[in-house]
């Protein structure tokens, strides 16, 4: 479904520091997570994906994390740096099964992210 | 190489002046999708075609319409602008639905005056 939110979470850390940004999804049969950024006045950028059939995938910089258990989706960024500032978003879509939701993306609510020089 | 067009980036509009804009892409994907973002929330699906098929969300507006005379091109026709139209609005594609990535245009910026 749609999120709603006037207020975004934030994570305010510094050039260098790690971040971890997370994220809840809400349908226990999706099956594929998608990370993107969003800069301000762009649109959203691909940064990582992950299948359900992982709990871990490493791309550069970025590692995606995913515990089905508890539906859960992290972003993990290394030495962060001031570009990576921006409004993470993470979203989730269903393979298999039919109706409504097939194949759509459902996007969580959006985490802003700033880096401090 | 851009692979997700849209065009113009910003458009300026009068209240109840037609409106289109417009999205092409390079990557000869089947389905093109789009979306409505308002500050501060996610992107919010409006419709999308995968080939001819157009497919509506249950919750878009009658006022938004929408057109793909090929697979490189798709527009956004809002027929009487309202100022609670006034949003980002986000083209994208996927080479196919089911699991399948989905690339984002830059996005025009709809003012509603």
């Known amino acids: 479904g749609e999120s709603v939110g006037l207020h975004l979470p934030t994570l305010s850390v510094q050039e260098g520091d790690n971040s971890i940004i997370n994220c809840a999804y809400s349908?226990?049969?999706?099956?594929?997570f998608i990370w993107y950024k969003q800069e301000s006045g762009k649109g959203p950028q691909f940064i990582i994906d992950?299948?359900?059939?992982?709990d871990k995938r490493q791309g550069q910089r970025v590692t995606v994390l995913l515990n089905k258990t508890v539906k859960h989706l992290s972003l993990q960024i290394a030495a962060t740096q001031p570009g990576d500032s921006a409004v993470y978003f993470c979203?989730?879509?269903?393979?298999?099964?039919?109706?409504?939701?097939?194949?759509?993306?459902?996007f969580g609510q959006g985490t802003i992210l700033t880096v401090h020089p | 190489d851009a692979m997700v067009i849209q065009n113009p980036r910003y458009q300026v509009t009068q209240f109840g002046k037609p409106v289109t804009l417009s999205c092409s892409q390079t990557l000869n994907h089947n389905v093109m999708y789009w979306y409505q973002q308002k500050s501060s929330q996610a992107p919010k699906l409006l419709f999308h075609y995968y080939d001819k098929d157009f497919n509506n969300e249950a919750d878009t507006p009658d006022n938004f319409q929408s057109r793909r005379p090929n697979t490189s091109f798709c527009f956004l026709d809002i027929r009487s602008p309202g100022l609670g139209d006034a949003a980002m609005y986000l083209c994208a594609t996927s080479r196919d639905m089911a699991a399948d990535t989905q690339y984002f245009g830059p996005g025009t910026r709809l003012t509603v005056l």
């Open positions: 992950i299948r359900s059939n992982m």
């Open positions: 349908n226990s049969a999706s099956d594929y």
């Open positions: 979203a989730e879509n269903m393979s298999g099964g039919s109706g409504t939701s097939y194949g759509k993306l459902t």
